[in-house]
């Protein structure tokens, strides 16, 4: 999958895990996932996918950790959480939400096989072991879509590794080193307390 990876990205790497600065991180990357998948979404069906996404993406944040403290290094950590959140999207024939094209999505599972086996995670079943005690808000499907699925925002052809689009716009396969000063402050949710 291609993805992109910048400072904010580290930042909110380290953030995550942090008391209180972590929750709000959390919350900010939630609300911000669900913002732009949302604007993805056919218009008629934005509003009533966003309580299942905020659920979801809530999830994922979990998952993200756990990847993290298994030694996926930071992009493929976060891939992880996009493969789900595409299994998911497909299993709701969302295709339209959709990172990479659905005749993909087993080659996506194939290169975190032993990560989603480890967490019972499926295509038919995105969440496994990370999904909340009380379940995902529901949302309604378009199974219709998968008979002629349209990917508009989907980019075919990056299964076999994570790519990673840095700031300069350079493409880097398996992702980039931590920069050395990276500052929690810089991470979605955080506020400077420089002022």
């Known amino acids: 999958m291609k993805?992109?990876?910048?400072?904010?990205?580290?930042?909110?790497?380290?953030?995550?895990?942090l008391p209180v600065v972590g929750e709000k991180v959390n919350d900010r990357l939630v609300g911000m996932h669900t913002d732009i998948f949302a604007d993805k979404a056919?218009?008629?069906?934005?509003?009533?996918?966003?309580?299942h996404l905020d659920d979801f993406f809530d999830a994922t944040m979990d998952t993200y950790v756990a990847a993290l403290?298994?030694?996926?290094?930071e992009a493929e950590a976060r891939e992880?959480?996009?493969?789900?959140?595409?299994?998911?999207?497909?299993?709701?024939?969302?295709?339209e939400m959709m990172e990479f094209p659905s005749d993909?999505?087993?080659?996506?599972?194939?290169?975190?096989?032993d990560f989603f086996e480890r967490y019972d995670i499926s295509i038919d079943d995105p969440l496994g072991r990370f999904a909340p005690a009380g379940g995902v808000t529901d949302a309604p499907s378009t199974p219709e879509k998968l008979d002629d699925p349209e990917h508009p925002y989907a980019e075919g052809g990056f299964a076999d590794d994570v790519y990673v689009e840095t700031a300069d716009g350079d493409l880097v396969v398996g992702g980039q080193e931590a920069p050395d000063d990276v500052a929690?402050?810089?991470?979605?949710?955080?506020?400077?307390?420089?002022e």
């Open 42 to 51: 056919d218009p008629e069906h934005r509003d009533e996918r966003r309580d």
């Open 69 to 73: 403290e298994d030694g996926y290094p």
């Open 184 to 194: 929690v402050e810089e991470a979605p949710g955080v506020e400077s307390t420089d």
């Open 104 to 113: 993909e999505l087993g080659d996506h599972y194939d290169r975190y096989r």
């Open 3 to 17: 993805i992109r990876q910048n400072v904010r990205h580290f930042a909110a790497k380290q953030a995550l895990t």
């Open 80 to 95: 992880i959480t996009h493969v789900q959140a595409n299994f998911d999207f497909y299993n709701h024939g969302w295709t």
